[in-house]
Structure formats: structure tokens, C-alpha cells
């Protein structure tokens, strides 16, 4: 089913866009193939979006050429991995211009990170039960792209040691369990550095999932701020709208842009594509026209 219109627009929005900034595919912990995931936007009336699969690119070839048999305007990304004060923090990078500079070994960096985290995840889950855990996190994968932590989540499901992958993230792999391990990835001004090299964006993820006070977001933001990072995302799937507006204040305080996502992994949950709070008037301006993606959200290609 079409997804309707942004029922407010951003003020100074010339034209509401349909668009999801915030998504995922096999090429990391989604479900569906990258052509699949741009598929399933066109069918919901999606005119734009970015796949940001986890600090990998390796998708977004197969996406722009479904998003050219669809008519839908791509723009490349990665979410990357990273930490702030000793949490794990994550980074969009919008990429209009794709992976050049800095960015090429960071992601080269990341790749070798996320080997050697799965191995510790794997030794920490043994510990709970779970023998021979990599290669249980490895058929759950389904392929020999990274492990991630929902692939551990789902071998602990299959082997009868928590009753879903909710109960494995709060028991065993959520934030302050042992399989929370995020000491191997870049400080987050790094990851930042890497984006804006690159002459992409650097979308704060999801800043109100994190476990932070307001004032403890506020000192992310700056920080974030601070390293050159010039958006966050404003909604990220559904939100309590009080929390929106205040966080769009929160943006325009520091001068960020807002960008929308829904953070979609899989087909069958609350998130689909599109999917997400509808936006708060504001005057915070929407990620899209930023000078360094207005071109190639115009262009159409």
C-alpha cells in the first residue's frame, strides 16, 4: 500500500518528499537483498531513500540499479559503528559522492573490528551455553557477510537458550550485557572525519534510543556538533511526538539539519519502509537540502 505524504512539511520545504533515509539489507543484518529492500519502497511509495547497511557499502551497487528499474532517487550510505564517553554510538553517512579518501580504510578498519568483536561475542555466549557460537551465528547469517549481534540473538533462539531474540539482547547482547562489546570501534569524531571526506553527511542515528538524559544528549549533540557532524535523525521509526519537538530544538540550538528513517531490517514488524512518526512543524531544515545531497536528490539519479 502507498505510503500518504509527510503530513507537515519542514517549513521552507518546498515539497513534502517520500523518502526514508535510514535502512538495511543482507549486506548486513536485513532480511531482504538490496534490490528487494528498493522494491519493497517503490510498492510504498517511497520516491527516495538511502540504504545504510552497517559499515559496508557492499549493497548499494545492487540497490542503484533497482532504484534506476523503479524510478527511485538512492543516495549511498553506511551506518558506521562507533563510540562516544564508552558507549556505542552510531553515525549515517549520506554519500552522495560514494567511498573515497579516509573513508576507504575506515571502512577496511571497521570490516577487521567486526571480525574480531563476532569472535569475542562468540567466546562470551559459549560461556552462556552456546557451543560453537560463531558458526551457530554464522548459519543464522545465512551468508559470510559480518556477524552482528541479532545473529547470535537468533542462534541463542534456535538453540533453545532464551524463548526470542528480545530476551537474548536483554539477557545476554543488549547495552551492559557481555555481548555488548563496542571497545573495538572508532571514537565518533573519527567516524565523522571519514563522512565529510568522502564529501558526504554525517547523520547522528537514532539519538533518542540511546540511554541519555536530555542533558546528556545535549553534550552528544555538541559533540557530535563540534566534530563536523551536520545532521541527526529527527524521527528514527515511531517516537512520542513531545520527544520529537523537543529534540527539534534540540537540533536547532546547534545548528544540525533533521533527517527521517525508518530503520528498517525486516519485513513483518512495526517498520516497513516509510514507516516512521510523522514530522512536528519546525523550522529545523530537513537533511535533503543540505548543499551536498540537494544536488543529487534533484538530479533524480
Known amino acids: 500500500m502507498p505510503m500518504p505524504p509527510l503530513p507537515v512539511r519542514f517549513e521552507g520545504d518546498p515539497e513534502p518528499l517520500r523518502i526514508d533515509l535510514h535502512m538495511h539489507s543482507t549486506a548486513s543484518d536485513g532480511a531482504l537483498s538490496p534490490a528487494r529492500v528498493v522494491a519493497l519502497g517503490a510498492s510504498r511509495g517511497l520516491t527516495h531513500m538511502a540504504l545504510t547497511d552497517h559499515d559496508t557499502l557492499d549493497g548499494v551497487a545492487e540497490a542503484a540499479s533497482a532504484a534506476r528499474r523503479e524510478g527511485l532517487v538512492l543516495i549511498p550510505g553506511a551506518e558506521l559503528s562507533t563510540q562516544w564517553r564508552g558507549m556505542g554510538i552510531h553515525v549515517v553517512g549520506l554519500l552522495p559522492e560514494g567511498v573515497r ?148 530544538r534540540q537540533l536547532q540550538e546547534r545548528g544540525l539539519y533533521a533527517s527521517l528513517g525508518s530503520d528498517f531490517h525486516f519485513p513483518g514488524g512495526h517498520l516497513a519502509p516509510g514507516s516512521m512518526s510523522p514530522v512536528p512543524r519546525t523550522a529545523t531544515p530537513p537533511v535533503w537540502t543540505h548543499p551536498r545531497l540537494a544536488p543529487r536528490l534533484n538530479a533524480g539519479a
Open 101 to 248: 579518501g579516509e573513508l576507504v580504510e575506515g571502512l577496511g578498519a571497521l570490516a577487521v573490528a567486526r571480525e574480531k568483536r563476532a569472535a569475542t561475542i562468540a567466546s562470551r555466549m559459549e560461556r552462556v551455553g552456546l557451543h560453537d557460537a560463531l558458526a551457530r551465528a554464522r548459519e543464522q547469517a545465512g551468508s559470510e557477510r559480518p556477524l552482528g549481534r541479532p545473529d547470535f540473538a537468533r542462534a541463542l533462539v534456535a538453540a533453545g537458550l532464551v524463548p526470542d531474540v528480545a530476551t537474548a539482547f536483554r539477557k545476554h547482547l543488549g547495552a551492559g550485557k557481555p555481548g555488548d562489546v563496542k571497545a573495538l570501534w572508532p571514537a565518533m569524531a573519527e567516524a565523522v572525519r571519514w563522512v565529510l571526506a568522502a564529501g558526504g553527511v554525517a547523520v547522528l542515528a537514532h539519538p533518542v534510543r540511546y540511554s541519555l538524559t536530555r542533558r546528556k544528549r545535549g553534550l552528544l549533540l555538541d559533540d557530535f556538533a563540534a566534530a563536523g557532524g551536520q545532521a541527526a535523525e529527527l524521527v528514527s521509526g515511531f517516537q512520542n511526538p513531545d520527544v520529537t519537538r523537543d529534540l527539534s
